[in-house]
């Protein structure tokens, strides 16, 4: 069993920056590939971003791409997900999520191919 620990968000303002770790326990987080969602109030759940198992290839919503960044380091069993130039359409509940059965470059895109979930953290971008 993997639990999985985001960081507390945030209130910040548009514009603004904000960076999200997500703490892995467990002995294989290398071997996950390791995706960020969110869920707005009223809305599905949503696919932000993805980095592979290897770390060597990242995938990112339309909507978050060329502002939010996925990192990963292994050696703290740790996923960050980097947010810059926020909206208020960012403000959402953000999950991290471990996919265990992905392997080199492969990343998974939609929420049922991810096998554990952290909690979820606030983070509200006010206009």
């Known amino acids: 069993q993997v639990q999985l620990v985001e960081s507390e968000g945030g209130l910040v303002q548009a514009g603004g920056s904000l960076r999200l770790s997500c703490v892995a326990s467990?002995?294989?987080?290398?071997?996950?590939?390791m995706g960020w969602f969110r869920q707005a109030p009223g809305k599905e759940r949503e696919f932000v971003g993805v980095?592979?198992?290897?770390?060597?290839?990242?995938r990112y919503a339309d909507s978050v791409k060329g502002r939010f960044t996925i990192s990963r380091d292994n050696a703290k069993k740790t996923v960050y997900l980097q947010m810059n130039s926020l909206k208020p359409e960012d403000t959402a509940v953000y999950y991290c999520?471990?996919?265990?059965?992905?392997?080199?470059?492969?990343?998974?895109?939609?929420?049922?191919?991810?096998?554990?979930w952290g909690q979820g953290t606030q983070v509200t971008v006010s206009s």
């Open positions: 999520a471990a996919d265990r059965n992905s392997y080199g470059d492969y990343v998974p895109s939609y929420g049922y191919e991810y096998d554990y």
């Open positions: 467990g002995r294989t987080f290398s071997n996950y590939a």
């Open positions: 980095i592979s198992s290897s770390g060597g290839n990242t």
